[in-house]
């Protein structure tokens, strides 16, 4: 069975740091994508990182201050939030390819077809971050 779960949310104040977690089950050799979806707002492609060579790619709002790793021993995907932002709330989702193809599925492409969701076919249930004073 193939599962996926975040965790590492919470309620951080403006300038800080917080580090999520995708753990995954059942398989460990797709692309994994983070997304995030905020109130009244549709969802948001954040980041991806390839299982064939671990490149990485990241939406233009996150670059520079976020950065998602892989454990590939501990079948863990991270995503590490440095100077966050009020505008960085929202559910945060991991994600991982559908099968499609050996490219398609292990690699993460290019921005910002590489963040659309209908490519990815497996989905955590979310995590929370809020970024407020």
């Known amino acids: 069975q193939l599962q996926l779960v975040e965790s590492g949310g919470g309620l951080v104040q403006p300038g800080g740091s917080l580090r999520l977690s995708c753990a995954a089950s059942g398989f460990t050799f797709h692309a994994i994508g983070w997304f995030r979806q905020a109130p009244g707002k549709e969802r948001e492609g954040v980041s991806c990182?390839?299982?064939?060579?671990?490149?990485?790619i990241y939406a233009d709002s996150v670059k520079g201050r976020f950065a998602i790793s892989r454990d590939n021993a501990k079948n863990t995907v991270y995503l590490q939030m440095n100077s966050l932002k009020p505008e960085d709330t929202a559910v945060y989702y991991c994600?991982?390819?559908?099968?499609?193809?050996?490219?398609?599925?292990?690699?993460?492409?290019?921005?910002?077809?590489?963040?659309?969701?209908?490519?990815?076919?497996?989905w955590g249930q979310g995590t929370t971050v809020t970024v407020s004073s």
């Open positions: 994600a991982a390819r559908q099968v499609d193809g050996v490219d398609a599925t292990y690699n993460c492409g290019a921005v910002p077809t590489g963040l659309g969701s209908w490519k990815y076919g497996y």
């Open positions: 990182i390839s299982s064939s060579d671990g490149s990485t």
